[in-house]
């Protein structure tokens, strides 16, 4: 077995753990949150204006 360190415990490695991925999975919950958000604005919005000029064809 070598001596080298384990990825880990490099710079790289700290910086992965302790800043890359905490942030990766901040930004995919934001993206959730307004995923949802828009997913709810579209079911709860009224019908857009289309249908009433088509009736109007």
Not at 36 to 48: G, S
């Amino acid at each position: 077995m070598s001596n080298d360190p384990q990825f880990w415990q490099t710079r790289e490695g700290r910086k992965l753990i302790q800043a890359t991925i905490p942030e990766c999975l901040r930004q995919l919950t934001r993206l959730n949150d307004l995923l949802a958000l828009l997913v709810e604005a579209k079911l709860t919005k009224p019908e857009d204006k289309t249908d009433d000029r088509a009736r109007q064809d």
